[in-house]
C-alpha cells in the first residue's frame, strides 16, 4: 500500500508533520491501527536502527525519527486498547540506582516500541528491588539496565544478581551503557548486551524470541 510505504519513509527521515498526517489519513482509509503499526511505523524505526549500525546517522536523528514514531502512537495506542490489541512482548528499563543518565535509557525505550514492545520506563537511579517489583507486576519478558558511571557498574551487577535469585524464568537482563562490554555482562550473568540503540532492538528481539 503506497501510503504504508510513504509512513515507513516519514518515520525514518525524522518528519514528524507527515507521519501524523500520513497515520490519519490510513486510519480515514480504513486502514487498522495495528496494520499501521506493523507494516508503517516498525519497518520505518528498523530501517533508523540499520542506519545507525552503519554510522550513516546519529544519535540526534534516531531521536528525531523516535519522537515522529510517537506522535503517530499516541493516535494508535487508544484504538489498539479498545480493540484487545496488545504487543507481544513487555520490556522493562531504567538507570541504574546511583546514576541519573537518561538519554541512552530514553532513546533505547523509543526505539522498542518501535519495534513494537510495550516498555515500561522506570526512569532514572532505578534500586534492584524496584525493577524486580516490576518485573514481576508486568511480567516483563525482557529487563533493560542502563550505566553511564563506572562508579554505578556495582549497582548494576546487584540488579542482576536480584533477578536471578528471583526465579524469574521468562525473564531476560539486558544491559548496556558507555562503560559497560560484553565481557562485563558476562561476568555478572546478564543475558544479552548491546552497544548501541540500534542493535538493542537486534538482541530485544533475540532474547525474547528464546524466553518465549
Known sequence: M?????LTAAVAAGKRAD??????ELLAAGTGPQTIVEQGLVPG????GDQFKRNEIFVPEMLVAARAMK?????LEPLLASAGIKPKYTAVIGTVQGDLHDIGKNL????WRGANFAVVDLGTNVPPEKYLAAAQEHKAHLVGLSALLTTTMPAMKETV???KAAGLTHTKIMVGGAPITQAFADDIGADGYAADAGTAVDVAKQLVAVAA
Open 2 to 6: 503506497p501510503l504504508l510505504n510513504d
Open 71 to 75: 506522535e503517530a502512537l499516541k493516535l
Open 108 to 111: 533505547i525505550s523509543m526505539m
Open 45 to 48: 524505526m528498523a530501517i533508523v
Open 161 to 163: 544478581r536480584v533477578l
Open 19 to 24: 507521519t501524523v498526517r500520513l497515520t490519519q
